[in-house]
């Protein structure tokens, strides 16, 4: 059972780590390989994320269209 307080034991995740995976998540959403919503979710499973970095993923999927 996944309650919110399992949830947000989740570390943050850092500037650094998201400038490491950035580029190729960029890549998948910009092709259209994989969704932003999909890219937001993977990340979630181990890391949350800032409002700005899922606002930057999401950036990702409206101007690749």
Known sequence: VGTQ???????????????SVKAECEA???SGKKKAKQIITTLKTTNTLT???ELTIDSWESEGQ
């Open 5 to 19: 307080a399992e949830k947000s034991a989740l570390p943050e995740m850092t500037d650094a780590e998201f400038d």
């Open 28 to 30: 998948m959403v910009r």
């Open 51 to 53: 409002q700005d970095q």
